[in-house]
């Protein structure tokens, strides 16, 4: 009789759970494994329901990302490294992004995704999908386009159900702070007209490693190969060149950890000093000025943590400049950081660097005067456009010097 008993408990507290009543309800259970063993033979009904309340459980986790201006950002950037061949982001790489994982309870999240693990022997993983993400991305350029890139997203939970036309329309509530159902249905040409983020499962499983974190699975070694000092920024009187460098190292935001509401933080790297003297990348003569140096290896930097974009210093920020002794007095030079683009210059967007020099720096940008673009060991998540400061083939080719970085 007892053992009776405690089986309709348990029915009644599977039946609680499966309908989705509350979220109390769902994450008082403590047999999870019970649970997704006991789902997989109920009718297919149930099945769908299982799937959308968990969907619902794990978007409310989430709402707190969506008061982030730049969280949508994120997701597009990260939808469109296309790491299983479609426009998707698994929201398990968003809980494992530290800018982001502060803000929201992911031991919680990550209980919601495992309801999706071991289901008759199979792992499966919530994603976030973009349909026709390059039409609504050309929009986004092109406003007479007429797609609807709206502040408030509309979210779509897809459960599995290929039959069904068209699926509700969700818009998250700011009072409760929740998903909040808007009335509206959407079909194919409603996901044409606008922007919709699919909550689904993901067809492909765990790449292991995703484009979440921009990883490049192993530590950089980069140098200079070659050098060209054009002007040697030095008196006849006062002889040989003395080319200098002096470096640090920073986040993408110029923070700590990369996190923003963290302090601004500089990190050594190989040619970091407190000596405004820097390090001495060669010693040249007036007579070799203009004359290129080929395969001159000068290491920069060995062993660079470059793994996670948001959270290693994936930046080298750098002067190289033509070092004077006493009296030269302080030059604040130093190297600008497109990571952080929106950004001041005094709230993250510089690295101010002082050196004991006359002169201006090298390789400077030619507008504003007194910096150069960081060298960046993981490009993955730089705006449109940066590429190229990556420090497999970074260059630079201005009036005074010329030289290029390679890794090795």
Known sequence: MRKTFLMAISAICLFIFLTGCTKEAATSVTDLAEIKKSITKQPIEQQYVYVRDNFKKIMNELAPLFKDPGFMDYLRSEAAKKFDGDYNVLIKTIIMNPMYTQKINATKIQFFLDAFKGLDGEDYYPQIYFPFFEKHQAAKNNVASGSNLVDNQEVVLYDGNESAPSFPVYQYDDITDSLAATGIYADEPYALANELLIISLNETGDPGVTGGTGQTQANINFRIQNLNVKDGKESWVAGASEVHIRAWGQTWNHRQYGYPNSAFVDYNVLRSTSNKKGHEIKK?????????????????????????YYYDPIAYAYVIFEYDAFPAGDKIMGSRLPSCLGCTLTGGGYSNITCLSFNSPYGKLDVPGTENYAIYGNVSNLPAGFSHLKSQGYSINTIDIEFNTVEY
């Open 284 to 308: 040249i003569p007036r007579s070799e000025i203009g004359y290129p140096i080929f395969n001159i290896n000068y290491v920069l930097q060995t062993n660079w943590k470059v793994d996670d």
